[in-house]
Nanobody, 113 residues
């Protein structure tokens, strides 16, 4: 069974940066469409960014220009570089294999003002 392990979350001041990483087990990572979701307290879960198996990317309007999603198929890893963070980015972030709707455990990102 495929497993996802997220890392890189934490507390950062507004204007700062964080990089989230997600490592997937399994031997067919390169064929997966991958995404990062987030859920803030009292809000619905939202898709932040996705990267398809072919490398195409899409971003939520709220993070476009600030966040960058990337993947390294050799390392079974997808990353989310988050710059110019603001308190509205505070949420639990989830790595997801979109192809099979497989979710990671989530990782907390907190941005202080």
């Amino acid at each position: 069974q495929v497993q996802l392990v997220e890392s890189g979350g934490g507390l950062v001041q507004a204007g700062g940066s964080l990089r989230l990483s997600c490592v997937a087990s399994g031997r067919t990572f390169s064929s997966y469409d991958m995404g990062w979701f987030r859920q803030a307290p009292g809000k619905q879960r939202e898709l932040v960014a996705r990267i398809m198996s072919g490398g195409n990317t899409n971003y939520a309007d709220s993070v476009s220009g600030r966040f960058t999603i990337s993947r390294d198929n050799a390392k079974n890893t997808v990353a989310l570089q988050m710059n110019s963070l603001n308190p509205e980015d505070t949420a639990v972030y989830y790595c997801v294999i979109l192809t099979m709707n497989k979710w990671g455990q989530g990782i907390q990102v907190t941005v202080s003002s």
